[in-house]
């Protein structure tokens, strides 16, 4: 079992930056390929990035190198700085965990709550 929780989330502005966090306990760490997940109003969750142990990722098109995911393998920790941001980027962002590399949002088996990210224009 895995307990995540997310943060950082919160209002800006067309063009600014955000850093969410994701706080991992309950297993071994570096078990999991971690994944961040957005969620607008009206849509399905789609795929947004993943990371697995040795920091090779893989970016959803729309992030257009907007976007970073990183990890601290020591601290259980998986971070998305998220640059340039849309109105489009509104959503709720979710941090997932799978033991296997995937990037299909069924294939996770371990969520966090989600944390509200709104771009105004």
């Known amino acids: 079992q895995v307990q995540l929780v997310e943060s950082g989330g919160g209002l800006v502005q067309a063009g600014g930056s955000l850093r969410l966090s994701c706080a991992a306990s309950g297993d071994i760490f570096i078990f999991y390929v971690m994944g961040w997940f957005r969620q607008a109003p009206g849509k399905e969750r789609e795929f947004v990035a993943a990371?697995?142990?040795?920091?090779?990722?893989n970016y959803a098109d729309f992030v257009e190198d907007r976007f970073t995911i990183s990890r601290d393998n020591a601290k259980s920790t998986v971070a998305l700085q998220m640059n340039s941001l849309k109105p489009d980027d509104t959503a709720v962002y979710y941090c997932a965990a799978v033991r296997s590399w995937t990037i299909i949002t069924t294939g996770y088996n371990y969520w966090g709550q989600g944390t509200q990210v709104t771009v105004s224009s």
């Open positions: 990371i697995n142990v040795r920091g090779s990722t």
